[in-house]
């Protein structure tokens, strides 16, 4: 029985906008949740990522994995949050990855320690949203550690006014409106600036809090297109059994 694409497991999936990147780049994705992911665009398994047999990881082609980065992320302070009583997940992704002998993706936000990272900003894709007569761009800064080569693209300047995606809300950062501690966006669609200004399709099932702990899906893509084309130069077949 053949194939037609690369096999991709996708950790930490959440309700899949890393898959809809990485499913635009070609592959197939199978996603990993603690949690149930109804809105997952593929097939989906309910488990603990950091417990999966090697032998189930040696189905796939490459991995990719987004841990929660609570205990990372610029919010960790703020009221309610718990900072660092969050588990460190990134370690124990990285030595199972690492012994699964794959090529694999570690995603993660500014603040996490990961290996010699690209950084992607949605200032490098176009990012944002038009709410009245303004023009609000994404920033959106991710890391990305590979072990192989993923190529640093051209980074552009941020241009503002921003638009923040976080918590369940599309947030209003530009001085010139009032800035931090202002009501966001009186009157407009909260979900649909957030889809807007992530690249994300206007009918894709997907809630405002699953918005908010993801990534833009042209970000999955760009990292997923240079990976094709390492598994391709490394001799992988699309066509295998």
């Known amino acids: 029985m053949s194939r037609a694409a690369f096999r991709i497991l996708d950790l930490y999936c959440g309700a899949g906008l890393v898959a809809d990147g990485l499913i635009a780049a070609g592959f197939e994705t199978i996603g ?46 703020a009221p309610g949050a718990k900072g660092a009583a969050h588990p460190e997940l990134i370690p124990p992704t990285r030595r199972m990855l690492v012994e699964s002998g794959l090529p694999f993706v570690i ?45 640093q693209p051209w980074s552009p300047p941020q241009p503002k006014p921003i638009v923040g995606v976080y918590g369940g809300h599309a947030r209003v950062r530009a001085a010139s409106v009032g800035g931090r501690g202002t009501a966001d966006f009186i009157g407009h669609s909260h979900r649909d600036i957030m889809g807007r200004a ?17 990534i833009p899906p042209v970000y999955a893509e760009f990292v997923g297109k240079q990976l094709r084309d390492h598994l391709a130069g490394a001799g992988c077949t699309e066509a295998a059994a």
């Open 32 to 77: 990993v949740d603690l949690y149930p992911q109804p809105h997952y665009p593929g097939p989906f398994i309910q488990a603990d990522a950091t417990k999966l047999d090697q032998r189930f990881l040696r189905y796939f082609d490459a991995i990719w994995a987004s841990p929660p980065c609570l205990r990372d992320t610029a919010l960790r302070f």
């Open 198 to 214: 992530m690249g994300i399709p206007a009918d894709r099932k997907i809630t405002c809090n699953e918005i908010s702990q993801g």
């Open 107 to 151: 995603e993660n936000v500014e603040g996490a320690v990961l290996f010699d990272p690209v950084i992607l900003t949605g200032a490098m894709f176009g990012l944002g949203a038009q709410v009245g007569d303004r023009f609000f761009h994404l920033q959106r800064k991710r890391q990305f550690e590979t072990n192989w080569d993923l190529v």
